[in-house]
């Protein structure tokens, strides 16, 4: 299943859980013939996402919707700001009005505390990363906000890259078991993944760089001090992540280390939606 048919079965449930067999409200006060606007207000200041998101919803249920946009995704927003006018059928806005907004509110704080993260490690070489740490069904929504917000995606799911964690390499026995059941699978599978791999220790950092094979290593929770000490050991060999605990706070102590990448699973497991609403013109 690809990314646009996600998409589109998540929009599909929002319709199904939102109105059932019908938003019998609009039904009922609102005549089938008339035709009006709303506005997508924006009342609180940030990064906007979910413009894209927010068109495609509005064309499943009316095609005869038109969407004006006046401001798109990944612009700086401040409250006053209209980003959008939908026009036409009057029960199609109110009975698409809530999807639209969950979708966007969501995608917006999304995008808006990504951006902060990403200005946080200006003048380094360092990218953030986000996690599968998703709500689930919004995954592809949630990731396209962190591109959106200028961070980068880790990845996708389980299928698009090996990542053996410290699970996985105490279940299979240790690193080098890990890392060899990792290049055998591909071989026979004839998988062209990337093998990332995560160190608790630098015992375990200098066990991986023996053996190679690896596209990236993952330190887990090592403190901006032993992050340094690794950058050195590791000298450019292979790319190398900070991940585990990694806060707004602490995050230029890392990047300014010389790691590659770092990643914050906050930036879709606990964001607060930006403020937004859909009003009648």
Same mark, same amino acid.
């Given at each position: 299943?690809?990314v646009?048919?996600?998409?589109?079965?998540?929009?599909?449930?929002?319709?199904?859980?939102?109105?059932?067999?019908?938003?019998?409200?609009t039904?009922?006060?609102?005549?089938?013939?008339?035709?009006?606007?709303?506005?997508?207000?924006?009342?609180?200041?940030?990064?906007?996402a979910?413009?894209?998101?927010?068109?495609?919803?509005?064309?499943?249920?009316?095609?005869?919707?038109?969407?004006?946009?006046?401001?798109n995704?990944?612009?700086?927003?401040k409250?006053?700001?209209?980003?959008?006018?939908?026009?036409?059928?009057?029960?199609?806005?109110?009975?698409?009005?809530?999807?639209?907004?969950?979708?966007?509110?969501?995608?917006?704080g999304?995008?808006?505390?990504?951006?902060k993260?990403?200005?946080?490690?200006?003048?380094?070489?360092?990218?953030?990363?986000?996690?599968?740490?998703?709500?689930?069904?919004m995954?592809?929504?949630?990731? /396209?906000?962190? @591109? #959106? !917000? *200028?961070?980068?995606?880790?990845?996708?799911?389980l +299928?698009?890259?090996?990542?053996?964690k410290?699970?996985?390499v105490?279940?299979?026995?240790?690193?080098?078991?890990?890392?060899?059941?990792?290049?055998?699978?591909?071989?026979?599978?004839?998988?062209?993944?990337?093998?990332?791999?995560?160190?608790?220790?630098?015992?375990?950092?200098? /066990?991986?760089? @023996? #053996? !190679? *094979?690896?596209?990236?290593i993952?330190?887990?929770? +090592?403190?901006?001090?032993?992050?340094?000490?690794?950058?050195?050991?590791?000298?450019?060999?292979?790319?190398?992540?900070?991940?585990?605990?990694?806060?707004?706070?602490?995050?230029?102590?890392?990047?300014?280390?010389?790691?590659?990448?770092?990643?914050?699973?906050?930036?879709?497991?606990?964001?607060?939606?930006?403020?937004?609403?859909?009003?009648?013109?």
């Amino acid at each position: 299943m690809n990314v646009t048919e996600l998409i589109n079965n998540l929009i599909d449930l929002g319709f199904a859980e939102d109105i059932g067999d019908g938003d019998h409200t609009t039904l009922c006060s609102i005549p089938e013939t008339a035709t009006g606007q709303s506005r997508l207000l924006i009342k609180e200041e940030g990064i906007l996402a979910g413009v894209e998101v927010a068109k495609e919803v509005f064309r499943k249920f009316d095609a005869d919707l038109t969407v004006e946009i006046f401001i798109n995704d990944g612009a700086y927003v401040k409250p006053g700001d209209v980003a959008f006018i939908v026009s036409g059928r009057v029960q199609s806005i109110l009975q698409t009005e809530r999807l639209v907004l969950n979708i966007m509110q969501r995608m917006s704080g999304i995008a808006t505390i990504t951006n902060k993260y990403v200005k946080l490690l200006e003048g380094t070489k360092a990218k953030v990363l986000d996690t599968r740490k998703t709500t689930p069904g919004m995954r592809m929504l949630e990731k /396209e906000a962190v @591109r #959106i !917000g *200028g961070g980068v995606n880790h990845r996708i799911g389980l +299928f698009d890259m090996i990542l053996l964690k410290d699970n996985h390499v105490d279940f299979t026995g240790g690193i080098e078991n890990a890392i060899n059941s990792a290049h055998r699978y591909l071989k026979e599978k004839n998988k062209q993944l990337k093998i990332e791999i995560e160190v608790r220790n630098f015992d375990e950092l200098r /066990e991986v760089l @023996r #053996i !190679g *094979g690896i596209d990236r290593i993952m330190l887990d929770n +090592f403190t901006p001090k032993q992050t340094r000490e690794a950058v050195q050991i590791v000298n450019g060999r292979v790319e190398l992540e900070s991940s585990g605990g990694i806060t707004i706070d602490t995050i230029r102590n890392y990047a300014e280390t010389g790691v590659d990448y770092i990643s914050v699973g906050a930036l879709t497991h606990s964001v607060k939606s930006l403020d937004m609403s859909l009003k009648a013109i």
